[in-house]
């Protein structure tokens, strides 16, 4: 009974909470629109814990007290090379970083000579002015070959072949607020080589210098086993 009598009171303390909202806030959470949103209440802003959770923050509850631990914002994921911090998502679908907005339009396997994987690109400009890829720092995970990477199932990783002329025009060439960039990327194993192993995330390390991104970490990590 003392325990319904609690959820019956949390309850209505939440309900006049967000009846004296206001306004309200779509979310982002590491790049991507969360389905709750957060409130205003006389100048304070209260951000639900489901979305606190979907940032990495963990909670506990125990009797009247609510504990949050709060991961190291730069902290690596596991994973070797391509562990690194990143937004995060699946095949069409569009991540966010505070300035581009970047998504995997398809994945195809190339079974002539020589062999590997075709990587469709877009990049499409978030924020309110022209920008270039060069100009946000993202121009290096480009043109560097360690900057970017298609990663394996037998945990070997392939760098991007074709004409470096061709991705110095891509990144210097100014996007419009809300404009896109599309590009093909192939990486490829030495000719007569075996067929590569299955393909499961792409990598795409920017460097957080040259943009007001608005996470720890702008890279993008695609993983190539999902599709939205």
């Known amino acids: 009974m003392r325990r319904s009598l609690a959820i019956i009171a949390a309850a209505t303390a939440g309900l006049a909470l967000a009846q004296g909202a206001q306004q309200t806030l779509q979310l982002i959470v590491n790049g991507r629109p969360a389905v709750t949103k957060a409130i205003i209440v006389s100048g304070k802003t209260y951000v639900p814990l489901d979305a606190l959770n979907a940032a990495g923050v963990t909670s506990n509850r125990s009797g009247t007290t609510l504990t949050l631990t709060v991961p190291a914002a730069q902290q690596a994921a596991a994973g070797g090379a391509n562990g690194v911090t990143a937004v995060e998502g699946c095949i069409n679908e569009t991540l966010f970083n505070g300035v ?6 398809r994945l195809d396997a190339l079974t002539g000579e020589p062999r590997g994987y075709s ?10 002015r022209a920008q270039t890829l060069g100009g946000t720092g993202a121009a290096g995970a480009l043109m560097e070959a ?8 037998d945990g070997s990783t392939i760098t991007p072949g074709g004409s470096i002329l061709d991705l110095q025009a891509f990144a210097t060439r100014s996007v419009p607020q809300g ?10 194993v030495p000719e007569g080589a075996p067929a590569p ?3 499961t995330k792409l990598v795409v390390a920017i460097p957080r210098s040259g943009a007001a991104y608005t996470v720890p970490d702008p890279s ?4 190539l086993d999902c599709n939205r």
């Open 100 to 105: 581009w907005r970047f998504r995997v339009t």
């Open 220 to 223: 993008f990590r695609v993983r």
């Open 146 to 153: 360690d900057n970017f990477s298609l990663a394996l199932a």
């Open 119 to 128: 990587v469709g690109l877009e990049f499409r400009n978030g924020t309110n």
């Open 197 to 199: 192993a299955k393909a």
């Open 179 to 188: 404009g896109s960039l599309a590009y093909t990327l192939r990486f490829l």
